[in-house]
């Protein structure tokens, strides 16, 4: 199906181009988003102004992204996450997490992919990482990746590493492991003495209900 574009739609086709689509995707997506239209004789006459007015838009786009390129790249980017021993991630901090909060700071949408990191960022640390905002708008901005905690849950699995590794030479990860199984037992244990606490609290109810019983049957 042959289509015009009224808009640009990345990275597939700028305003005005004139496409053969997929019925599918013309009829389902293009046409109800007014994205594009039907390439009939008539629209075919409007091609040369909706690419004018297009690039006229484009360059107004490119102004307002370079604004805010140079906002973002003034202060630090500051994302909060879980960290183990000597600042190692569990897990890693992605594009999307970047470009939400790049989102949340500048009130504009950044597209993720956009963002591309040049290694998996997998520990603490400050980062320089390259950003294309839009056709022909590049910008980059520092990320700072901190412990959520501040640190306090690093630091204790790294004292328990550092005890058991003076005590019996255990490695690396059977600490780990243990530090996490006594964090667990531990949670697990609160959890039990909440519930045991819960449970008093409704005996107690029970038992009057049962003075109540009784005190009836007296009567």
Do not use: C
Request: no cysteine.
């Amino acid at each position: 199906m042959n289509v015009i574009f009224l808009q640009d739609v990345p990275p597939n086709a700028r305003a005005g181009d004139v496409k053969d689509v997929k019925h599918g995707y013309a009829r389902n997506f293009l046409l109800p988003r007014k994205l594009a239209t039907l390439a009939t004789e008539g629209e075919l006459k409007r091609v040369e102004s909706l690419r004018r007015d297009a690039e006229v838009r484009r360059v107004k786009e490119a102004e307002e992204w370079r604004d805010i390129a140079a906002k973002l790249a003034e202060e630090p980017v500051e994302i909060l996450v879980r960290s183990g021993p000597r600042g190692r991630l569990y897990g890693s901090v992605t594009n999307v997490m970047l470009a939400e909060k790049l989102t949340e700071i500048s009130g504009v949408t950044v597209d993720r992919r956009g963002i591309r990191f040049d290694a998996p960022v997998r520990m603490l640390g400050e980062y320089t990482v390259p950003i294309r905002y839009f056709e022909g708008v590049d910008g980059q901005v520092e990320l700072h990746v901190l412990s959520q905690d501040g640190g306090a849950e690093a630091a204790a699995m790294e004292a328990a590493m550092e005890e058991g590794a003076v005590s019996d030479g255990t490695g690396e990860m059977s600490l780990l492991e243990e530090f996490e199984s006594r964090r667990q037992a531990r949670e697990l244990r609160e959890a039990r003495e909440r519930g045991e606490s819960e449970d008093e609290d409704g005996s107690d109810e029970s038992s009057g209900e049962d003075n109540d019983d009784s005190d009836g049957d007296d009567a």
